[in-house]
């Protein structure tokens, strides 16, 4: 159903360096590269994710209850993604673990504040 999802920074290259690496960690690379749009993924026939400027030239801001999580393929993914992210400048909301029966998760906020979760299912 999700073809990407958008998020949108105020500091450009910042969030393309943190992003570059963050994803590269789990074999995603930049798919698009567009002046000031940017999607990783593995094709654009698979669900991605993307940052820009906002288009209407305003600040970009983190919208309240938003959350975008990434799927990983085993607990130890969790938490390698989630301390790269750590590495990375993003900030703490809530470290990798068990939440509910079946469900890994760590929480973090990327560099413009935006909420992002690393999740494994079993």
Not at 20 to 31: P, T
Not at 34 to 61: K, L
Not at 93 to 110: K, S, T
């Amino acid at each position: 159903m999700i073809g990407y999802t958008t998020l949108g920074t105020n500091n450009y290259e910042s969030a393309c360096s943190f992003y570059d690496q963050l994803f590269a960690s789990i074999g995603e690379n930049r798919i698009m590269d567009i002046d000031n749009f940017v999607v990783w993924g593995t094709s654009m026939e698979q669900p991605g994710f993307s940052i820009t400027r906002p288009f209407d030239g305003n600040p970009a801001t983190v919208g309240n209850g938003v959350m975008i999580a990434i799927i990983m393929p085993s607990k130890d993914a969790v938490d390698a993604f989630y301390a790269l992210a750590m590495e990375l400048g993003a900030t703490d909301e809530g470290a990798p673990g068990q939440r509910g029966e079946g469900f890994y998760a760590g929480y973090f906020r990327d560099l413009d504040g935006n909420k992002l979760n690393a999740f494994f299912m079993g």
